[in-house]
């Protein structure tokens, strides 16, 4: 079974930036599309931002332009950049590696919690 190994969530100030960091303990990230939800108390968890195998990037309306997210081969990481950090981007964020065709797979990583808060 493959982990998701997440890092870097933490209390930032509005305007500030964070970078979070998501290893895969098994050599899937040549392959797989990396995403990183969000889930706030209270509500459903939403979809961040999107890496594909490729490298083409996607992001939710609410985060363009303020959050980037990357992937390292190399060193088996993706990692999503956060800028420009508001109160509403506080939540739980969760790294998820999948890939819809042969090997499948979708993994969760149990959670980092990122607040923005004075």
């Known amino acids: 079974q493959v982990q998701l190994v997440e890092s870097g969530g933490g209390l930032v100030q509005p305007g500030g930036s964070l970078r979070l960091s998501c290893a895969p303990s098994?050599?899937?990230?040549?392959?797989?599309?990396m995403n990183w939800y969000r889930q706030a108390p209270g509500k459903e968890r939403d979809l961040v931002a999107t890496?594909?195998?490729?490298?083409?990037?996607n992001y939710a309306d609410s985060v363009k332009g303020r959050f980037t997210l990357s992937r390292d081969n190399a060193k088996n990481t993706v990692y999503l950049q956060m800028n420009s950090l508001k109160p509403e981007d506080t939540a739980v964020y969760y790294c998820?590696?999948?890939?819809?065709?042969?090997?499948?797979?979708?993994?969760w990583g149990h959670g980092t919690q990122v607040t923005v808060s004075s």
């Open positions: 890496v594909t195998s490729g490298g083409s990037t």
């Open positions: 098994g050599n899937i990230l040549r392959i797989a599309t």
């Open positions: 998820n590696a999948a890939h819809g065709s042969f090997p499948i797979f979708n993994y």
